[in-house]
């Protein structure tokens, strides 16, 4: 016996894909094949069939069905940290998101952004065991561990990372982090700075704005923070003044963190400062020119990204981490491994792009 046919929201049945079929004169399967655009019917045939479904209302073949044949739902998940307006503030979100979404065109998948409330690791977890999904991507920054992780190991979804969460079940596109913190720190280095600070990105989801404390180097740390900042006192030492944010990455808490290092006699203030994120950077520069400092000459800034801030008028020395190709690779993995294919870990390389923030000091 066949299922009742759906009703629309005012109680009349909804036209299907044979009702259009009937009227057209044609088969199912001919119809089917004008809506999905693969295979060889005239173009009169073709227009009959649309003429019809338009008169009579049919919006094309039901697409739960379709992904129930084909064993596909057509949705991609990506978990961003904290609220998902925050990943739309940040412009290497926005890169790695474009060309991600750019390379899942092919597919054709559809995105699902899934903010994960900070600190709350497991409040995702009801939400998703009610969505379909092909695929997982944990984009971004994020906790080293998360339950969201066996939950969908369990159901058999793959999953895909920048670096997060770090475990074995999720194909990664990372970079050396601790490697990086110290290519850039290094550079400040060898241009003659010795009085150096470094201005993190949040180091857990518990963090405040202020100095970095060993109750903040816990197991549970971002990795991209804890990789940078381990990089920067690889060639400062432990004893370097370093600070976080506490916000993330944002160009007030950069300005937050510059006033607070900056604003001292000459003498006490650090003569370079080395931040996690171009937009950071940004903040630290803008804080400089209001207490009416040079930037490079009174005080040398860094980035991390290589995102591009064209309301800034230097531009940054900066890690260069390619987002929209950090994307593209995430999405390449995806489509290998939907299409049967078991893909790598991927390390991708970053360079150094000097800019105009650095100099050697006055």
């Not at 998940?77 to 790695?96: K, L, Q």
């Not at 065991?129 to 979804?157: E, K, M, N, Q, T």
């Amino acid at each position: 016996m066949p299922p009742p046919r759906q009703a629309s929201p005012g109680g009349v049945p909804r036209p299907t894909l044979r009702d259009v079929a009937d009227r057209a004169g044609v088969s199912v399967s001919t119809a089917s094949l004008v809506f999905s655009g693969k295979g060889p019917v005239s173009a009169a045939t073709a227009e009959r069939v649309r003429s019809v479904a338009e008169e009579i209302g049919f919006a094309g073949p039901n697409p739960l069905a379709s992904s129930l044949r084909h064993g596909r739902a057509g949705v991609v998940g990506v978990v961003v940290e904290g609220r998902v307006r925050v990943a739309f503030r940040d412009p290497f979100a926005i890169s790695v998101l474009d060309g991600l979404a750019e390379e899942l065109d092919r597919t054709p998948s559809g995105l699902l952004l899934l903010g994960q409330p900070a600190g709350d690791d497991a409040g995702l977890v009801p939400m998703v065991s009610g969505l379909a999904l092909d695929a997982v991507v944990f984009s971004l920054c994020g906790p080293g561990s998360s339950p969201l992780v066996d939950h969908l190991a369990a159901r058999g979804i793959p999953m895909f990372g920048t670096g997060v969460p770090d475990d074995d079940r999720v194909t990664q596109v990372r970079i050396d982090e601790r490697a990086a913190g110290a290519r850039i720190a290094r550079h400040v280095q060898d241009l003659g700075h010795h009085r150096v600070a470094h201005v993190a990105m949040s180091m857990t989801a518990r963090s405040v704005a202020g100095p970095i404390t060993a109750t903040d180097l816990t197991p549970d740390a971002y990795v991209s923070s804890r990789g940078r900042l381990e990089g920067f006192r690889d060639v400062f030492g432990a004893d370097a003044e370093a600070i976080q944010t506490g916000d993330g990455s944002s160009v007030e808490g950069g300005i937050v963190a510059g006033r607070s290092l900056l604003d001292r006699p000459p003498a006490q203030r650090p003569t370079a400062i080395v931040a996690q994120s171009d937009v950071i950077a940004a903040g630290v520069v803008l804080a400089a020119e209001e207490l009416g400092l040079s930037v490079p000459r009174d005080v040398s800034v860094t980035g991390f990204d290589g995102v591009e801030l064209p309301w800034l008028p230097q531009r940054l020395t900066t890690i260069d981490q390619h987002g929209q190709d950090k994307g593209r690779i995430l999405g390449t993995l995806v489509r290998e491994r939907l299409e049967g294919r078991h893909p790598r870990t991927v390390t991708q390389p970053v360079h150094l792009r000097e800019g105009t923030t650095t100099a050697r000091p006055s």
